[in-house]
């Protein structure tokens, strides 16, 4: 008898059996290279928390700094294609030629040392806590944006080629603040009006301002800065770039900046939404910037209140809200109480971008429980909020927002800065959150498309029948022969 069940035991290890895609995740939890090959191919759907900007790496854009002979700030790190007043400039071209004449130079004076400098301050490469944490990821941005200008084409093609090498077939990125030199220096006196307004919380007298701001931006042609944007910015990369294709698609989301007075965020918000509502490429708008700005804790419930003027006036207009990147120690205990829920039942966002304070919120399980019967997904950021917020594993809310069955998307944030990518998102969900099951991520991946702002309904379904397909191919393989 023992010698009949070792023959069919034997013979079992060699014919092989049937296995699960989600048996072998339970397999490999405790692997990491394991549970990063699992989640490199699994189909990934979309990234919907995306800023184009920060999520481009910094070697092309060190590259193009040198070859166009931009000047370095030898103290900062920050570049410049014309040579400012203040600072220790160098062009990058001095740098070389001066180590070429001198090679016995000082190696803190050497193009190689200025390369590694470069790369540590425009993003978290080798982060050593030389300076606090927020300061390095929000700090970065100004620091490398001038290689951008001009090459949006350049950095669109290289996130579409990273994405389809993970398997990911949308993202829906914040890719350019729209231009605009309107002059509203005769409306300067809104400014404290409105905030006026904010120290009442009075949301009627608000809006009887944001109307009279409103029609004096309409007569100043708001309008032909959204449709500029549109048509000769937005379409136009769109299609020369050909970014839609059976491998991929891309949507673009307008955004505000939370530093500015309160004039010019409306006016930019209210041209934000016009270009919203008039092109089916712009799926929505949001508001960015350090949520723990000055200006942004100042402004904060006013923000809210120009979101929801601006979906009266553009009610098919979708936007989600950066709302509770916050944490204890960032700001004051009561800071942390109200800004998720100002930016649902205020503003009336429609996706909720981080939300890492929401154990902190006044009536916390009320607001997740409205944020689950309303179907208001939150975008959950792993990589980034370890690293800005210090927030990770069981501090991080992320349990919490299951627990009430709040819909939940993973993405990005900032996956260049950050030196990340989609597929570590995963990584580390399903290494921290064991309870977390197969099935349950690949909702996730369905949520990320279901809960996408793509304003055609035909791209959205066709999107959803590609997810169908690789999942097959993908769950296949765990099929042994």
Known sequence: MTRIITLFCIFIAQIGFSQSAESYLEKIRNNEALLTAFFQQMPKGGDLHHHFSGSIYAEPLLERAIAEDFYLNLETMAVSKTKPEKGKWKKFSSII????????????????????????????????????????????????????????????????????????????????????????????????????????????????????????????????????????????????????DENFTMRYQNFVLRFMSPVDLFKNLTIAFISANDSKLVAGVNIVSPEHGENSMKDYWLHMVMFKYCHSKFPEVKYTLHAGELTLGLVQPEELTWHINDAIHVAGANRIGHGVDIAYEANSYDLLKYMSKNNIPIEINLASNEFILKVKENRHPFTLYKEFNVPIVISTDDAGILRSSMTEQYVLLAKRYPDVNYETIKKYVYNSINYSFIQDASVKKQLLKDLDTRFKVFEAKFSKN
């Open 97 to 244: 030629e001066e180590e070429k004449l001198n090679p016995e130079k000082p190696e803190n004076e050497k193009l190689d040392y200025y390369k590694q400098q470069i790369m540590q301050t425009w993003s978290i490469k080798d982060y050593n806590g030389a300076v606090p944490s927020d300061d390095q990821f929000f700090d970065s941005f100004m620091k490398f944006e001038p290689t951008i200008a001009g090459h949006f084409g350049e950095g669109m093609l290289e996130l579409k080629k990273r994405a389809i090498a993970e398997n990911v077939l949308y993202i829906e990125t914040q890719l350019s603040t729209i231009p605009c030199d309107m002059n509203v220096s005769d409306l300067t006196d809104f400014n404290s009006k409105l905030r006026q307004t904010a120290v009442q919380k009075d949301e009627k007298a608000a809006f009887k301002l944001l109307d009279e701001l409103y029609k004096s931006l309409q007569q100043k042609d708001a309008k032909k800065y959204a449709l500029d944007f549109n048509n000769n910015f937005i379409a136009k990369l769109h299609k020369d770039l050909k970014m839609d």
